[in-house]
């Protein structure tokens, strides 16, 4: 039954995506509930043991994406929070994972910074484009996706396995997605005029998460 949805979910991705690509918004907005919902599903029915927190972690991811449907900068901030706090909830769901005893301190201290450089590049380059009031509320969601990814790292690093290499690529196809719909979102003469690349770089992210976590 989980590889049924596992189909649904390809097949939502595959419409949803050609549907970013022609700007279609209609077929957009009807599409995109129906790629995690799947996802969600077939982790249910596919995990051995399933974990409420990544499971919860994934029912915040799709409720972000329910709230980013709507137009309005009050959305965007409030999907921003349903992706925040699933963020957090991966973290968590990483953690456990995680043995630091087998990760040389320096790495631990090395990659955070990394990720703050990485970010506060980014909203360099997008300064003038942000809204004034949002700015470091954007600013801070990032850095927890940043975050979020150090915390794959890590569990990549303590146990290097193709299950974590797939959990750390997802994290970083989740954090490309995010930067790019930035860009999108604010900077009207950006090379990226589409939400074609966000949604293909998210949803393959979000396979790749479930499909390392399984």
């Known amino acids: 039954m989980g590889y049924v949805f596992l189909a649904i979910f390809i097949i939502a991705t595959v419409i949803h995506l050609y549907a970013s ?13 129906f790629i995690l919902l799947p996802l ?5 029915f596919t995990a051995s043991s399933v974990s409420v927190v990544i499971t919860l972690a994934l029912v915040f991811s799709w409720l ?29 769901g990483y953690t456990k994972d995680i043995n630091f005893s087998y990760i040389p301190k320096i790495i ?3 990659i955070p910074i990394l ?35 150090c915390f794959a790292i890590y569990r990549l690093i303590s146990n290097p396995s193709i ?10 196809l989740f954090f490309i997605s995010d930067t790019i719909l930035f860009f999108v979102r604010f900077k009207k003469d ?16 979000k396979f790749l998460i479930v499909f390392g976590l399984l």
């Open 21 to 33: 690509d022609k700007k279609d918004v209609k077929l957009r907005n009807i599409t995109k509930p």
């Open 40 to 44: 969600i599903a077939f982790y249910l």
């Open 64 to 92: 972000g994406d329910i709230l980013l449907i709507k137009k309005g900068l009050k959305w965007f901030v409030a999907g921003g929070v349903g992706f925040l706090i699933s963020h957090f909830l991966l973290i968590a």
């Open 108 to 110: 631990i201290i090395l």
């Open 115 to 149: 990720f703050i450089g990485l970010v506060t590049f980014i909203f360099y380059k997008l300064k003038l484009h942000f809204p004034k009031k949002i700015f470091f509320l954007l600013y801070g969601y990032l850095l927890i996706n940043g975050f979020m990814n």
């Open 163 to 172: 299950s974590t290499v797939s959990t750390a690529a997802g994290a970083a």
């Open 190 to 205: 950006s090379i990226f005029k589409t939400h074609f690349l966000v949604m293909l770089t998210y949803s393959i992210g």
